[in-house]
């Protein structure tokens, strides 16, 4: 449901969930695409437009992320471990005090308390 007055509104969102099991560990990346460091084949089957969301462990704690899946094969996707990416460099990111950075890593905003990471 989607409700707007003017330029302020308000959207419902229900996430839909994938469940899956790791199949594999490249713990050096699989040697092609943008994202380098350690990742994982899975089975699960995640769609377009997903990519960067997060991924959980079976305690709710994010480890991983989005990175890769197939339109073709629901069954197949690689997910980032969240380590793997702190050198990832985000564009115009607005951090808790308001101010919009132009340029900043996941690391920088693990180190300001934005992202908090679980070991």
Same mark, same amino acid.
């Given at each position: &449901?989607?409700?707007?007055?003017? =330029?302020?509104?308000?959207?419902?969102?229900?996430? =839909?969930?994938?469940?899956?099991?790791?199949?594999?560990?490249?713990? *050096? $990346?699989? +040697?092609?695409? =943008?994202?380098? +460091?350690?990742?994982? /084949?899975?089975?699960? +089957?995640?769609?377009?437009? %997903?990519?960067? $969301?997060?991924?959980?462990?079976?305690?709710?704690?994010?480890?991983?992320?989005?990175? %890769?899946?197939?339109? *073709? /094969?629901? *069954?197949?996707?690689?997910?980032?471990?969240? /380590?793997?990416?702190?050198?990832? &460099?985000?564009?115009?990111?607005?951090? /808790?005090?308001?101010?919009?950075?132009?340029? &900043? %890593?996941?690391?920088?905003?693990?180190?300001? $308390?934005?992202? =908090?990471?679980?070991?």
């Amino acid at each position: &449901m989607t409700v707007f007055e003017e =330029k302020e509104g308000s959207l419902l969102v229900v996430p =839909k969930l994938y469940e899956g099991k790791i199949q594999d560990e490249h713990r *050096d $990346g699989r +040697g092609w695409g =943008k994202v380098p +460091g350690r990742c994982y /084949q899975t089975s699960l +089957g995640i769609e377009g437009g %997903t990519s960067g $969301g997060p991924v959980f462990d079976v305690e709710g704690r994010v480890f991983a992320v989005n990175s %890769t899946g197939w339109g *073709d /094969q629901s *069954d197949l996707a690689y997910i980032s471990h969240i /380590q793997s990416i702190g050198g990832l &460099m985000l564009r115009l990111v607005q951090t /808790q005090d308001g101010e919009v950075h132009e340029n &900043m %890593t996941i690391s920088e905003l693990i180190n300001r $308390g934005s992202i =908090k990471v679980v070991n």
